[in-house]
């Protein structure tokens, strides 16, 4: 991968962590609007992935399509940019051929949910050890505020002019019940705690959703009297209570909240190491 | 009515409303998305199924099951997805189901970009998704005519039993122009499903109706696909639509394109008039059944040279501008694509070079003899 030799000088201060792993000049600026949550996400991720400490060359970001999907486009690793949907078969495609690369897809409620609502149940499934973090906006952002799987009941869109009429998806519960080991949800106005939600399920060994709660502003904020970003946040804010909290907690007082930290983690066997197992016991017959 | 202003894909919109369509399901992408915006307003305004399914394969299975029933329903799409619900094309052909397509087509292949293209003719008119079918193929080249061609597009959707593809680059569906609707009621062009005996309709007084694509029987499986190509035979006798412009005996050079590119042509032809060159233009409007013989007539008539074929592509109805021309004179290609609308300026530049070569080669043979 073409680095120049000053980006590859370690970074001198805190603040500069982030700027470490961009692609200077090349892609930048980014196609977010200003106060867009994604880049919050972006931050919190880098700094998680420095404090683990990988080798750059060691990981692969992979996406779809979306606003949340650029994101791999602007930093410096190995990136895939894909296909709307199906980031995750391409991340399972580089995994299962390179178990030793650190793969991790970023996507967007519309990306992972709808077109790709497949694909993501069955990497849950497969518990392949890639590291996906969804960024739920609640809307799809890049092609104008439609309504997205992720999108309430009754909330608007431009695709719900009188109110969504559909139900939405739970993405933790569908990743935990689909079979994924690692499964948190974090919030953008909740940074200190995203990074840690992030370092773990990089660390861990299984499928790993990290769901991140977005502002879309531009979108869904306009259209559902939500106002600006920092409102939005506040909202988030207001809204949010811990998993510790959440359990003595009716299913009508967790209507309507935000439920963040570690959801669901179990141990499973992992599948590229299961088949390996397949490989090696056919070597020594 | 009044004639009003609108965007092209509102235009689409209200038309397919005009035409009777009563189910509308879609996938968002640019840059079509207004279609789906404004009928997710106005559908349930008359009573009509709006839904934005999870994926464009999702939308083409929907249209199948949703056509079963006998309404008229439709979707428009661009590219990417267009692609994605070539499987379920196929599945509708076969099963003889009357579906309108539209496909706002943007610059590929891959995720390509957003601004406009024509690189989707082969994918509409040679059959994109696999088996012996064709797709009755139309091409707006202003919002007025994409508005005719999609009441047509139900009609003829309905006559044939057979899906139809609208297709317009991208412009079509985003430039704003004034356009006049039929006085119709929505209502009113509804279909009668007591007629539509092909549809899944209940049994009541007649046996029951199968809708499938399946025969595993080879000789049912051929008797379908002949039954079908039939149905593409009467098409090449009764649909070939095409517009002329400027087309006379006088002409030197005749261009042949399709959509928002002939209208840049016919710029390119006015200016060339006022400086005394004549060219003509073919404009087809159906792009299956294409209009074979009518180009020949036209480009076999002494005066012209060349034949010019302009397209925002690298070149793909030319293929069918050859064969409709079966070597009777030499067809050329002029094509600008990524995106990228080709200027006047530079079709003006490929006709006068195509010209002063002709003139070059008619005085160098001269001189030879
Ligand atoms: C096959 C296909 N269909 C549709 C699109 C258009 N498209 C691009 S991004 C997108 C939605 C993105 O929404 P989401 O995943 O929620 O991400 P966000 O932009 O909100 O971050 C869609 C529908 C496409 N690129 N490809």
Redesign the pocket.
């Known amino acids: 991968m073409a680095t120049t030799a000053i980006e590859k000088k370690a970074p001198k201060q805190k603040s500069d962590v982030v700027l470490h792993y961009l692609r200077p000049g090349k892609k930048l600026p980014h196609v977010w609007c200003s106060g867009c949550g994604?880049g919050v996400v972006m931050g919190t991720y880098i700094r998680a992935l420095d404090k683990i400490g990988w080798d750059r060359d060691s990981v692969s970001m992979v996406s779809g399509?979306?606003?949340?999907?650029r994101m791999p486009v602007y930093m410096d690793f190995h990136s895939l940019h894909t296909?709307?949907g199906r980031a995750l078969p391409f991340a399972t495609g580089i995994k299962f051929n390179r178990p030793d690369m650190n793969v991790v897809v970023i996507?967007?409620?519309?990306?992972a949910l709808a077109?790709g609502g497949n694909h993501f149940i069955h990497a849950c499934r497969r518990n392949i050890n890639i590291t996906a973090i969804l960024?739920n906006?609640n809307?799809?952002?890049?092609?104008g505020g439609q309504g997205?799987p992720t999108t309430p009941g009754n909330a608007f869109s431009t695709t719900t002019p009188y109110g969504n009429s559909e139900k939405h998806f739970d993405p933790c519960s569908l990743a935990a019940a689909a079979g994924a080991t690692y499964v948190a949800r974090g919030s953008v106005h909740a940074v200190p705690q995203l990074e840690k939600l992030i370092k773990a399920g990089l660390e861990h060994v299984g499928f790993s959703l990290i769901e991140v709660i977005t502002n879309?502003h531009t979108y869904y904020g306009r259209l559902n009297h939500q106002g600006d970003a920092v409102s939005m946040l506040r909202r988030f804010k207001e809204n949010s209570v811990s998993v510790a909290k959440s359990k003595n907690m009716t299913p009508e007082e967790l209507e309507d909240k935000i439920v963040l930290g570690v959801i669901h983690e179990v141990e499973k066997t992992e599948f590229c190491n299961e088949y390996q197992k397949v490989v090696d016991s056919l070597k020594r017959k | 009515m009044a004639r009003i202003l609108m965007k092209g894909n509102e235009a689409i919109a209200e038309a397919a409303i005009r035409a009777g369509a009563e189910g509308y399901f879609c996938?968002?992408?640019?840059p079509q998305s207004e279609v789906a915006e404004y009928l997710a307003k106005r559908m349930p305004e008359v009573g009509g199924v709006f839904l934005q399914g999870e994926s464009?394969v999702a939308v083409g299975n929907m249209l199948f099951g949703a056509a079963s029933t006998g309404k008229r329903v439709f979707t428009t799409s661009s590219s990417?997805?267009i692609s994605?619900m070539q499987e379920a094309i196929s599945y509708i052909a076969g099963a003889h189901l009357p579906v309108v397509f539209v496909n706002i087509m943007r610059a590929g292949p891959g995720?390509g970009g957003i601004l406009p293209a024509q690189s989707d003719y082969f994918q509409s008119v040679k059959g994109g998704g696999h088996g012996d079918y064709r797709l009755l193929v139309l091409a707006p080249s202003t919002v007025q005519e994409a508005v005719d061609l999609m009441m047509l597009a139900f009609d003829l959707a309905d006559k044939y039993l057979n899906p139809v593809m609208v297709i317009g680059d991208g412009l079509i569906g985003q430039m704003m122009e004034a356009v006049e609707f039929p006085d119709s009621d929505p209502k009113q062009n509804r279909v009668n499903l007591e007629e539509r005996k092909w549809a899944a309709t209940g049994a009541k007084g007649r046996d029951p109706v199968i809708i499938k694509s399946l025969f595993l029987d080879p000789l049912e499986l051929e008797e379908n696909s002949l039954l079908m190509d039939k149905k593409y035979e009467q098409m090449k006798k009764e649909e070939v639509r095409y517009e002329l412009y400027k087309v006379s005996a006088k002409n030197e050079l005749l261009v042949v394109s399709y959509g928002t590119v002939a209208r840049i042509c016919q710029t390119v032809i006015d200016e060339l008039e006022s400086e005394g060159v004549s060219v003509g233009l073919f404009r087809p409007i159906t792009l299956f059944p294409f209009p074979e013989k009518e180009i020949y007539r036209e480009a076999k008539k002494k005066n012209i040279k060349t034949v010019l074929t302009v397209e925002m592509s690298t070149g793909q109805m030319v293929e069918d501008v050859e064969r409709a021309i079966i070597g009777a004179k030499p067809v050329k290609f002029f094509g600008r694509t990524g995106g990228i609308v080709p200027n006047p300026e530079e079709i003006q530049g490929k006709v006068l070079e195509l010209i002063g070569s002709m003139k070059k080669r008619s005085t160098s043979s001269r001189k030879r003899k």
């Open positions: 994604i399509i979306g606003c949340s999907s296909t709307h996507t967007g409620d519309g990306d077109i960024i906006n809307i799809y952002g890049m092609t997205s879309c | 996938y968002p992408i640019t464009e990417p997805g994605l995720l």
